[in-house]
């Protein structure tokens, strides 16, 4: 079995930051693609950043320039550091990754998400 559990979200003023961390544990072989998402109330979920097993990034023109994602493959985790946060950023954030374990080639697993609020 694999899980994926996200950290870090809370509550934080306008032009704030917080990291969410996102760790997978389990019987996993290899990682390809981590990734983060959100969703926002009464919105379909959207792509925050993507981040391959070389480090190749992408990111949505919405955090370009405020969000930084980073993997540590070591740690099989992945990391959203948000800075300049807006109301906007408002929603709850999962995470994806893609992972190949002995008994699974490739198969997407996603987290059960992390609140961030952005209020004054």
């Known amino acids: 079995q694999v899980q994926v559990v996200e950290s870090g979200g809370g509550s934080v003023q306008p032009g704030g930051s917080l990291r969410l961390s996102c760790a997978a544990s389990?019987?996993?072989?290899?990682?390809?693609?981590m990734g983060w998402y959100r969703q926002a109330p009464g919105k379909q979920r959207e792509l925050v950043a993507t981040?391959?097993?070389?480090?190749?990034?992408n990111y949505a023109d919405f955090v370009k320039g405020r969000f930084t994602i980073s993997r540590d493959n070591a740690k099989n985790t992945v990391y959203l550091q948000m800075n300049s946060l807006k109301p906007e950023d408002t929603a709850v954030y999962y995470c994806?990754?893609?992972?190949?374990?002995?008994?699974?080639?490739?198969?997407?697993?996603w987290g059960k998400g992390t609140l961030v609020t952005v209020s004054s």
């Open positions: 389990g019987n996993i072989i290899s990682i390809y693609d």
């Open positions: 981040i391959t097993f070389g480090e190749s990034t």
């Open positions: 994806n990754m893609v992972i190949t374990t002995p008994y699974y080639y490739d198969m997407d697993y």
